[in-house]
Nanobody, 119 residues
Framework: QVQFVESGGGLVQPGGSLRLSCAAS????????MNWYRQVPGKQRDMVAS???????NYADSVKGRFTISRDNAKNTLYLQMNDLKPDDTAVYYC?????????????WGQGTQVTVSS
């Protein structure tokens, strides 16, 4: 079964950095577009970064210049390097496949990893 296990979150001060990891299994990771999403309580889940199988990247305007998405296909792992973190980055972060057939992420959500940015 498709599975995502996110890790690397924690408490950090504004201006600090974190690197998130997503261990993926159950599908052809190397042929899939992968996205990072984030969600705060009471709000919808939003895409923050995307990377295709060819390495093309895209970012939400709110994180451009601060976040970097990358992948290691040999390890079936997706990464999100987050620098210059701001309180508005506080959220639960999730990874998922972006399905071109569906035009949307899949329904296979992991538990996510909590990122808290606070002084």
């Amino acid at each position: 079964q498709v599975q995502f296990v996110e890790s690397g979150g924690g408490l950090v001060q504004p201006g600090g950095s974190l690197r998130l990891s997503c261990a993926a299994s159950g599908f052809s990771f190397g042929r899939s577009t992968m996205n990072w999403y984030r969600q705060v309580p009471g709000k919808q889940r939003d895409m923050v970064a995307s990377i295709t199988n060819n390495g093309r990247t895209n970012y939400a305007d709110s994180v451009k210049g601060r976040f970097t998405i990358s992948r290691d296909n040999a390890k079936n792992t997706l990464y999100l390097q987050m620098n210059d973190l701001k309180p508005d980055d506080t959220a639960v972060y999730y990874c998922n496949i972006y399905s071109s057939r569906l035009g949307a992420p899949t329904d296979y959500w992991g538990q996510g990893t909590q990122v808290t940015v606070s002084s």
